[in-house]
């Protein structure tokens, strides 16, 4: 989740190796560090119960799991995010220490504070990527989430599901019901 500007610009090479000695983790976007903040417990729960089912999934593939600690780099040069929950199957992936930049799946959970940013301008961003397949934002307020999938025509289309929905995801063959992440989620009041 962003929370405000280091607003002071910085290359690309100048922000993965400041970044790398800082206490918080920071997104880079058009020459700027913005410092992320942490989450609500249902978030973190949301995102470890994703985590939990793909690692099982993908177990012996080629594919990895990566949590909200993994950087995705839209090109070497940025802008850079932290999504909550990412998949990649490139091998070039396999060897990054830094950022990926393959990712076929990015997950973000919402928060009222970055929702509009996760839709909008990431999104925008996140679609830049011509690994990624799918982009999925799962509510931590309430059960739901909305997948966004790449069709045969290259268009994004969303397939939104709620309470008792089977959630399919194409892009690592897939398929699980959505109470699976909403396991000991409690939501706010």
Same mark, same amino acid.
């Given at each position: 989740?962003? %929370?405000?500007?280091?607003?002071?610009?910085?290359?690309?090479?100048?922000?993965?190796?400041?970044? %790398?000695?800082? /206490?918080? $983790?920071? /997104?880079?976007?058009?020459? =700027?560090?913005? %410092?992320? @903040?942490?989450? @609500?417990?249902?978030?973190?729960?949301?995102?470890?119960?994703?985590?939990?089912?793909?690692?099982?999934?993908?177990?012996?593939?080629?594919?990895?799991?990566?949590?909200?600690?993994?950087?995705?780099?839209?090109? /070497? #040069?940025?802008?850079?995010?932290?999504?909550?929950?990412?998949?990649?199957?490139? =091998?070039?992936?396999?060897? %990054?220490?830094?950022?990926?930049?393959?990712?076929?799946?990015?997950? /973000?959970?919402?928060?009222?504070?970055?929702?509009?940013?996760?839709?909008?301008? $990431?999104?925008?961003?996140?679609?830049?990527?011509?690994?990624?397949?799918?982009?999925?934002?799962?509510?931590? =307020?309430?059960?739901?989430?909305?997948?966004?999938?790449?069709?045969?025509?290259?268009?994004?289309?969303?397939?939104?599901?709620?309470?008792?929905? @089977?959630? #399919?995801?194409?892009?690592?063959?897939?398929?699980?019901?959505?109470?699976?992440?909403?396991?000991?989620?409690?939501?706010?009041?």
């Amino acid at each position: 989740m962003i %929370a405000s500007p280091d607003q002071h610009f910085m290359s690309p090479a100048t922000y993965l190796d400041w970044e %790398a000695q800082q /206490e918080l $983790k920071y /997104e880079y976007l058009d020459g =700027e560090a913005y %410092a992320m @903040t942490g989450g @609500t417990i249902p978030h973190n729960a949301i995102a470890i119960n994703l985590i939990a089912a793909l690692r099982n999934h993908v177990r012996g593939t080629t594919c990895r799991v990566l949590g909200a600690d993994a950087k995705v780099g839209i090109t /070497e #040069q940025g802008p850079f995010f932290y999504p909550d929950v990412l998949v990649t199957c490139n =091998e070039g992936d396999r060897r %990054a220490i830094k950022f990926v930049q393959f990712p076929c799946l990015v997950v /973000e959970v919402l928060s009222q504070t970055t929702e509009a940013y996760d839709r909008g301008s $990431k999104f925008s961003q996140y679609r830049r990527l011509e690994s990624l397949r799918e982009y999925v934002l799962i509510s931590s =307020e309430q059960i739901g989430v909305d997948l966004f999938c790449l069709n045969k025509q290259d268009k994004w289309e969303l397939t939104p599901y709620t309470a008792g929905d @089977t959630i #399919q995801l194409t892009s690592i063959n897939f398929q699980f019901p959505i109470d699976l992440l909403y396991e000991e989620v409690d939501f706010l009041t």
